[in-house]
């Protein structure tokens, strides 16, 4: 039996009125605790403040889903009714929509709970933003004996009924970069007495530029952009230093480790060149998201079936930290049409709620038929596909 898609909807817009930022989920913890035991669905411990972890269904074979229940630092500007109670915080990236679709299949699998063939272990996760929650998880152990995981992100740019993965890399890998000049500051009438941070700065941030379109094969996969610039205070003094900074994407690991080398290189060259200092601190983001090619088709499969108009997506240049999981245990990650106007992370994303009931029962039909497909693999003396 599926849960009624009023339900669904009335939960995603109670998480949507309430959001709360990374790591600070706790009234989103409590709902969400609150509705699953309602359902009378088990929640396992966990080791930390914020997050739920739901298991359904008993015997060896186990899988994971993942939903995101995090928020962002945005004022909302969409003007829906059950708009943000919390000013400067919003569900801009549709975490409130993945966590009513995981509800929903978690309902949907409870009814089914009898004839499951194995457990499906449901990740409500903290701290998707700030790539945090996913390695929590997996430190609290609970990936522990999982089979395989799938999740999703809602993709505005899609139309709704409509599903899209790829095999291998999808996310980038999604890293920070900080660079700090120091020069020696001086009065602006006489430059010659000092060393001008600023110019340095930005023939570095040039040449940043240049380094990527001509550093790089031009079929590589890169991005790098400087996202800030911080330096001087008024108008009549060369200031002593400039701090800048951004985020560089990549979606192969030997690239990403041949930019920062260059950039550190390029950042101490030039530097050198005008007799200032300059140093690069380099933040590894979430890395490149991986989809095992065998879940990925299977995944793709089974929307197929259901009626989603299934495509293959393209790269994706965002980072997703749901590609932790993926360095431990095969899986896919999907993407589900939203159909908003405005994209991710903007005051006025409004993804069209019409996708989460149809994505519920998506991922309650993939977790069965993938406990199904993992069972006769584990123990068919002949191995049979079921997809
Ligand atoms: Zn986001
Ligand atoms: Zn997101």
Same mark, same amino acid.
């Given at each position: 039996?599926?849960?009624?898609?009023?339900?669904?909807?009335?939960?995603?817009?109670?998480?949507?009125?309430?959001?709360?930022?990374?790591?600070?989920?706790?009234?989103?913890?409590?709902?969400?605790?609150?509705?699953?035991?309602?359902?009378?669905?088990?929640?396992?411990?966990?080791?930390?403040?914020?997050?739920?972890?739901?298991?359904?269904?008993?015997?060896?074979?186990?899988?994971?889903?993942?939903?995101?229940?995090?928020?962002?630092?945005?004022?909302?500007?969409?003007?829906?009714?059950?708009?943000?109670?919390?000013?400067?915080?919003?569900?801009?990236?549709?975490?409130?929509?993945?966590?009513?679709?995981?509800?929903?299949?978690?309902?949907?699998?409870?009814?089914?709970?009898?004839?499951?063939?194995?457990?499906?272990?449901?990740?409500?996760?903290?701290?998707?933003?700030? %790539?945090?929650?996913?390695?929590? &998880?997996?430190? =609290? $152990?609970?990936?522990?004996? +999982?089979?395989?995981?799938? !999740?999703?992100?809602?993709?505005?740019?899609?139309?709704?009924?409509?599903?899209?993965?790829?095999?291998?890399?999808?996310?980038?890998?999604?890293?920070?970069?900080?660079?700090?000049?120091?020069?020696?500051?001086?009065?602006?009438?006489?430059?010659?007495?000092?060393?001008?941070?600023?110019?340095?700065?930005?023939?570095?941030?040039?040449?940043?530029?240049?380094?990527?379109?001509?550093?790089?094969?031009?079929?590589?996969?890169?991005?790098?952009?400087?996202?800030?610039?911080?330096?001087?205070?008024?108008?009549?003094?060369?200031?002593?230093?400039?701090?800048?900074?951004?985020? %560089?994407?990549?979606?192969?690991? &030997?690239?990403? =480790? $041949?930019?920062?080398?260059? +950039?550190?290189?390029?950042? !101490?060259?030039?530097?050198?060149?005008?007799?200032?200092?300059?140093?690069?601190?380099?933040?590894?983001?979430?890395?490149?998201?991986?989809?095992?090619?065998?879940?990925?088709?299977?995944?793709?499969?089974?929307?197929?079936?259901?009626?989603?108009?299934?495509?293959?997506?393209?790269?994706?240049?965002?980072?997703?930290?749901?590609?932790?999981?993926?360095?431990?245990?095969?899986?896919?990650?999907?993407?589900?049409?939203?159909?908003?106007?405005?994209?991710?992370?903007?005051?006025?994303?409004?993804?069209?709620?019409?996708?989460?009931?149809?994505?519920?029962?998506?991922?309650?039909?993939?977790?069965?038929?993938? &406990?199904?497909?993992?069972?006769?693999?584990?123990?068919?003396?002949?191995?049979?596909?079921?997809?």
């Amino acid at each position: 039996m599926r849960p009624d898609e009023s339900q669904l909807i009335a939960w995603r817009r109670e998480l949507h009125t309430w959001p709360e930022l990374s790591g600070k989920e706790f009234a989103t913890t409590k709902r969400l605790r609150e509705w699953l035991q309602n359902a009378g669905i088990r929640l396992l411990d966990i080791p930390l403040e914020t997050g739920v972890v739901a298991e359904i269904g008993s015997g060896e074979t186990l899988i994971a889903l993942r939903a995101d229940i995090d928020a962002l630092p945005i004022n909302e500007t969409s003007g829906v009714r059950f708009h943000s109670r919390h000013p400067g915080i919003m569900h801009a990236c549709g975490h409130d929509v993945h966590s009513a679709v995981m509800l929903g299949a978690a309902l949907e699998l409870k009814a089914l709970e009898a004839q499951l063939p194995g457990r499906v272990r449901i990740l409500f996760q903290p701290a998707e933003e700030i %790539a945090l929650g996913a390695k929590q &998880l997996i430190a =609290a $152990g609970m990936l522990k004996n +999982v089979q395989a995981i799938f !999740g999703m992100h809602n993709e505005p740019g899609l139309p709704v009924g409509t599903f899209a993965t790829r095999n291998g890399a999808f996310y980038a890998n999604a890293d920070k970069f900080i660079i700090r000049v120091t020069g020696k500051g001086a009065h602006a009438a006489h430059p010659e007495q000092g060393v001008d941070a600023i110019v340095v700065a930005s023939q570095i941030i040039q040449g940043l530029q240049s380094l990527t379109s001509r550093g790089f094969n031009t079929l590589d996969s890169l991005v790098l952009s400087v996202t800030r610039i911080d330096g001087g205070k008024t108008w009549n003094v060369l200031p002593s230093g400039v701090e800048f900074g951004g985020t %560089a994407r990549t979606h192969d690991m &030997l690239v990403r =480790a $041949g930019l920062e080398e260059k +950039v550190r290189q390029l950042v !101490g060259q030039f530097a050198l060149a005008h007799g200032a200092e300059a140093t690069l601190s380099w933040h590894p983001g979430p890395p490149v998201l991986i989809n095992d090619p065998e879940w990925a088709q299977f995944s793709s499969d089974v929307a197929q079936l259901l009626g989603y108009r299934v495509r293959t997506a393209d790269l994706h240049l965002g980072g997703e930290d749901f590609a932790f999981y993926l360095q431990h245990i095969p899986g896919a990650f999907v993407s589900i049409g939203s159909a908003s106007d405005y994209g991710l992370h903007h005051g006025s994303f409004t993804p069209d709620e019409a996708l989460i009931s149809p994505a519920a029962h998506y991922f309650a039909q993939l977790s069965q038929r993938a &406990l199904q497909h993992l069972s006769a693999r584990c123990c068919a003396s002949t191995p049979t596909e079921t997809h």
